[in-house]
């Protein structure tokens, strides 16, 4: 999807259709495997799991992406606030074990 959303951006003189129609394209060409990957992925890790897999696998990709392909920096920000989101993983898969108060 990363290249599908913005592999453009470096060809902004193109026509939008044509963009769209090619970022649809090789976004179906995602959407064969990603779906099919959802269905067997969700007998081992609930829907949140497998969301939360997704996203920091996408920001992973999104930053070797957008320094190698579009060449635009990194900047500490960038990483501070993607560091926030993987630590988001830790809540998602931790098993809590909650206890109630008894009266």
Same mark, same amino acid.
């Given at each position: 999807?990363?290249?599908?959303?913005? %592999? =453009?951006?470096? *060809?902004?003189?193109?026509? /939008?259709?044509?963009?769209?129609?090619?970022?649809? !394209?090789?976004? $179906?060409?995602?959407?064969?495997?990603?779906?099919?990957?959802?269905?067997? %992925? =969700?007998?081992? *890790?609930?829907?949140?799991? /497998?969301?939360?897999?997704?996203?920091?696998?996408? !920001?992973?990709? $999104?930053?070797?992406?957008?320094?190698?392909?579009?060449?635009?920096?990194?900047?500490?920000?960038?990483?501070?606030?993607?560091?926030?989101?993987?630590?988001?993983?830790?809540?998602?898969?931790?098993?809590?074990?909650?206890?109630?108060?008894?009266?």
């Amino acid at each position: 999807m990363t290249i599908a959303w913005y %592999g =453009h951006l470096k *060809f902004k003189e193109s026509p /939008l259709f044509q963009v769209i129609v090619i970022s649809w !394209l090789i976004a $179906f060409a995602e959407y064969c495997f990603q779906v099919p990957a959802n269905r067997i %992925g =969700h007998y081992q *890790f609930t829907a949140a799991q /497998l969301k939360t897999i997704q996203e920091v696998i996408t !920001l992973v990709v $999104f930053c070797v992406f957008s320094v190698l392909y579009l060449k635009e920096e990194l900047r500490w920000n960038y990483v501070v606030g993607f560091l926030f989101i993987v630590g988001a993983v830790f809540f998602v898969f931790k098993k809590w074990q909650v206890k109630c108060l008894e009266t």
